[in-house]
């Protein structure tokens, strides 16, 4: 499981030393390794270790006994799973919401166009998206495109990325025509530009849930946990791009 530690500082206070693994989706990567930073300096003898890559894979990880204590997911069905498997602690918790985009090169001819008629052009033969078997923006994708009476026909045209941030790859160097991403995943990347929601979209009702992990033993894992939930951190997700969780 490859690992990027964020070592804290030594510094005084009552918690003893720990280290906190998190699971991170990939799209959720950069807003949860903020508010890591932000948690370290109130509780600065914490080490925060962040593990990024698909919301499927990482839960797969987690079923087959990985020592995480927070999962973050891109998706609601990955944290059921495993509630129903008895490994979260609690209730989990939507901390934001999101929506999917089409995205085009800069400077491609479908810049400005509408992205039905981009997806239903024949000129356009390559679209990435995520397996919706393993990947929640593949899944979410799938239902929406269904749900627009294009999947069926456009299926034939999916090229299946392992994650968003490879997704996004695939379209800067132009080895799709258009990429179905997360709406926060589309505004950080120059090379590419987002056209407009994906059709069916407005039906999807894509959340991104934390849960802490029932094996956990460390102290500090409900603490974090708590502050992801906390209104500051609600801030931060919105400062980026993403919604608040439906009431």
């Known amino acids: ?36 930073d932000d948690f370290r300096t109130i509780h600065p003898r914490v080490q925060i270790a962040i593990n990024s890559g698909s919301s499927g894979m990482l839960a797969q990880q987690i079923e087959q006994g990985a020592p995480v204590d927070v999962f973050v997911s891109a998706g609601r069905l990955e944290i059921d799973r495993l509630v129903q498997k008895g ?7 939507t901390l934001a919401r999101n929506r999917l ?24 033969q390559r679209v990435a998206s995520g397996d919706p078997n393993t990947v929640p923006f593949g899944r979410y994708a799938k239902e929406a495109l269904t749900k627009a009476e294009l999947w069926d026909a456009l299926r034939p045209k999916m090229i299946f990325a392992m994650d968003v941030r490879q997704a996004l790859t695939y379209a800067e160097q132009r080895n799709v025509d258009a990429a179905i991403v997360y709406a926060t995943d589309a505004v950080s990347e120059d090379g ?3 056209i407009g929601e994906l059709p069916g979209g407005q039906t999807v009702r894509i959340e991104n849930v934390a849960a802490r992990l029932a ?14 939930t906390s209104e500051t951190a609600a801030a931060e997700f919105v400062r980026r791009g993403f919604l608040p969780p439906a009431p």
């Open 1 to 36: 499981m490859a690992v990027v530690a964020l070592v804290a500082s030594c510094g005084s206070g009552s918690e003893r030393d720990a280290t906190l693994t998190v699971s991170v989706a990939a799209s959720l990567k950069e807003v949860v390794g903020k508010l890591a």
């Open 215 to 228: 094996r956990s033993q460390v102290a500090a894992a409900e603490r974090f946990f708590t502050y992801l």
């Open 192 to 194: 590419l530009v987002a």
């Open 87 to 93: 490994l979260v602690a609690g209730t989990p918790a």
């Open 101 to 124: 985009v089409l995205v085009v090169p800069r400077g491609s001819t479908w810049q400005g166009k509408p992205p039905r008629d981009v997806l239903t052009c024949a000129d356009v």
